[in-house]
């Protein structure tokens, strides 16, 4: 293969990625946004998505012409990050919380490369009022209640080198930043069941989460729930929290998960 056409495969390379990206972003998009945003040639977007589309990536609503991506992306994604098993296990318990509760309810992992937590499952609130999340979004570990129950239950070097590689930026004015008030809380939450965030990351949201261990007794996951504070300091919040706690119990031995 000669270096020009080593170039153009992986130029084409990035230009699929692009129009994945660009879908992945908006959502739903049509040819002349995607192919701004993917910064290409109408032509040229049109051609990609056309293979993306015979391939099963990328679907077309007939009556806008809008392309989006299909469950085929998702389920590649979370094949590669092996959340298969955990989601099909975590998902009954989760439509239950939700049925129960009617608040939004996240399943999360932690991508320890970047220190931020990956939403790969959830049921939404059905309040208009709540947390706005899409499946594969990110976050910063340390300020939501997902990340904080799994960084608690990461070995002590790990979580010390994942922390010094990061910086503990404010996304709220109540974010902790303080590396030394984070391990104090981190340490807490690594002897209960429970993990809190009080408008962390978003003002106006409070989260709390437990950890979901797997066979090996490594937390993988974490289940939350998703309340706005204007309702968060309820009793039957601390209803909610014990029905969670459950749920997260039986996801993990359902996962085999025997606790010592």
Same mark, same amino acid.
């Given at each position: 293969?000669?270096?020009?056409?080593?170039?153009?495969?992986?130029?084409?390379?990035?230009?699929?990625?692009?129009?994945?990206?660009?879908?992945?972003?908006?959502?739903?998009?049509?040819?002349?946004?995607?192919?701004?945003?993917?910064?290409?040639?109408?032509?040229?977007?049109?051609?990609?998505?056309?293979?993306?589309?015979?391939?099963?990536?990328?679907?077309?609503?007939?009556?806008?012409?809008?392309?989006?991506?299909?469950?085929?992306?998702?389920?590649?994604?979370?094949?590669?990050?092996?959340?298969?098993?955990?989601?099909?296990?975590?998902?009954?318990?989760?439509?239950?919380?939700?049925?129960?509760?009617?608040?939004?309810?996240?399943?999360?992992?932690?991508?320890?490369?970047?220190?931020?937590?990956?939403?790969?499952?959830?049921?939404?609130?059905?309040?208009?009022?709540?947390?706005?999340?899409?499946?594969?979004?990110?976050?910063?570990?340390?300020?939501?209640?997902? #990340? $904080? @129950?799994?960084? +608690?239950?990461?070995?002590?070097?790990?979580?010390?080198?994942?922390? %010094?590689? *990061?910086?503990? =930026?404010?996304?709220?004015?109540?974010?902790?930043?303080?590396?030394?008030?984070?391990?104090?809380?981190?340490?807490?939450?690594?002897?209960?069941?429970?993990?809190?965030?009080?408008?962390?990351?978003?003002?106006?949201?409070?989260?709390?989460?437990?950890?979901?261990?797997?066979?090996? #007794? $490594? @937390?993988?996951? +974490?289940?939350?729930?998703?309340?706005?504070?204007?309702?968060?300091? %309820?009793? *039957?919040?601390? =209803?909610?929290?014990?029905?969670?706690?459950?749920?997260?119990?039986?996801?993990?031995?359902?996962?085999?998960?025997?606790?010592?």
């Amino acid at each position: 293969m000669t270096s020009d056409m080593k170039v153009d495969n992986v130029t084409a390379v990035l230009k699929v990625i692009a129009i994945l990206e660009g879908l992945d972003a908006v959502g739903e998009s049509s040819l002349a946004d995607l192919s701004q945003r993917a910064v290409m040639s109408k032509s040229t977007a049109y051609r990609f998505l056309q293979t993306l589309k015979n391939l099963g990536y990328v679907t077309q609503n007939p009556e806008s012409e809008k392309y989006r991506l299909t469950m085929k992306v998702f389920v590649l994604g979370s094949s590669a990050l092996g959340n298969v098993d955990l989601i099909k296990t975590a998902d009954p318990a989760m439509a239950s919380l939700s049925k129960l509760t009617r608040e939004a309810v996240h399943l999360g992992t932690l991508d320890t490369s970047t220190a931020e937590v990956v939403y790969v499952h959830k049921y939404n609130s059905h309040f208009n009022l709540c947390m706005h999340t899409r499946i594969g979004d990110r976050s910063p570990a340390y300020t939501n209640s997902i #990340g $904080k @129950a799994l960084l +608690a239950h990461l070995p002590q070097n790990q979580l010390d080198t994942l922390l %010094q590689n *990061i910086k503990l =930026e404010p996304r709220t004015e109540k974010t902790v930043t303080s590396e030394q008030v984070l391990k104090k809380e981190l340490s807490s939450i690594a002897k209960s069941e429970l993990s809190e965030d009080l408008e962390e990351m978003d003002e106006g949201v409070c989260c709390f989460a437990t950890p979901i261990f797997d066979h090996n #007794g $490594k @937390a993988i996951a +974490a289940l939350s729930m998703s309340i706005p504070s204007i309702r968060y300091h %309820q009793e *039957i919040t601390n =209803e909610y929290k014990k029905i969670l706690i459950e749920a997260g119990r039986n996801i993990s031995e359902n996962l085999g998960y025997a606790k010592k």
